[in-house]
């Protein structure tokens, strides 16, 4: 079946970094357009970024362009997210997601197929 685990989060400084990666099992990655979500406490869960299956095009939440990178490696089944500047309103569960042949723009949870258990970022001020 397909999996998603999400793997880096922790304890972060503001204005430190983090790299979250999501380790895809179960489905042909290179033609599933990857997402990251977050959800705070008492929030919605929130779009960050994705990147499309084919040509590696990207997309940002204005709340974060600049600051995070979203990235992916075919040949490890995996999505990145870089966070740079990193600020205490980013502190949520971080969700990557997956959906086949999907477009850039993919800012919307229904248009997901699957979802990871989500990992935990903290930035202390």
């Known amino acids: 079946q397909v999996q998603l685990v999400e793997s880096g989060g922790g304890l972060v400084q503001a204005g430190g970094s983090l790299r979250l990666s999501c380790a895809a099992s179960g489905l042909s990655f290179s033609t599933y357009t990857m997402g990251w979500f977050r959800q705070a406490p008492g929030k919605e869960r929130e779009f960050v970024a994705s990147?499309?299956?084919?040509?590696?095009?990207?997309y940002y939440a204005d709340s974060v362009k600049g600051r995070f990178t979203i990235s992916r490696d075919n040949a490890k089944n995996t999505v990145y997210l870089k966070m740079n500047s990193l600020k205490p309103e980013d502190t949520a569960v971080y969700y990557c997601?997956?959906?086949?042949?999907?477009?850039?723009?993919?800012?919307?949870?229904?248009?997901?197929?699957?979802w990871g258990q989500g990992t935990q970022v903290t930035v202390s001020s």
């Open positions: 990147i499309r299956w084919r040509g590696g095009f990207t």
């Open positions: 997601a997956a959906d086949e042949f999907g477009t850039t723009v993919m800012a919307e949870t229904t248009r997901y197929d699957y």
